[in-house]
């Protein structure tokens, strides 16, 4: 084998390991920016689900309240009545209304490689649900009446 064939053969591999190399530096720089820039995606598809509150009735016992919603934050006695109070997702967007979402916010990660995300991550961040207060009273442990605020708590970071 004279020097001319054994210098395009080294030639030849010396390419294709720079080739192998950039290809494989792509991938996992791809790799990486589809976990980290899937963020809005994630927080969309596990936000927390509402509770109905119209799921409770009159004459509903305290304890059907509490298997169904755990244990309130505060409880108090109000004009001789038992009140519970629960910080509670009440105002959100169910499961078939975020599944739209998180599909639209793929869709827009895939076509702009990611770019999507430096909008749709702080947009989910300001746009999460917020808790608010609600309160069950109870006569003799029969549910009277269900009392929402419209002032969210201040949520917790």
Request: one cysteine or more; hydrophobic letters at 40%; aromatic letters at 8%.
């Amino acid at each position: 084998m004279d020097a001319a064939n054994t210098a395009g053969s080294l030639s030849t591999t010396t390419n294709y390991r720079r080739i192998l190399k950039y290809a494989l530096l792509a991938v996992g720089v791809w790799a990486m920016i589809s976990i980290v820039y899937a963020c809005s995606v994630y927080m969309e598809a596990t936000r927390p689900e509402p509770v109905d509150l119209a799921q409770f009735s009159q004459g509903d016992s305290r304890d059907n309240v509490l298997t169904r919603l755990g244990q309130p934050v505060v409880t108090t006695n109000e004009n001789g009545n038992s009140c519970d109070t629960y910080h509670l997702y009440t105002n959100a967007i169910g499961a078939a209304g975020r599944a739209p979402i998180a599909i639209a916010e793929t869709a827009a990660d895939v076509f702009t490689i990611g770019l999507a995300e430096v909008v749709m991550t702080p947009a989910e961040m300001v746009t999460r649900n917020a808790k608010y207060p609600v309160k069950f009273c109870y006569r003799d442990n029969k549910l009277i009446n269900v009392t929402e605020s419209q002032t969210p708590i201040a949520t917790q970071q």
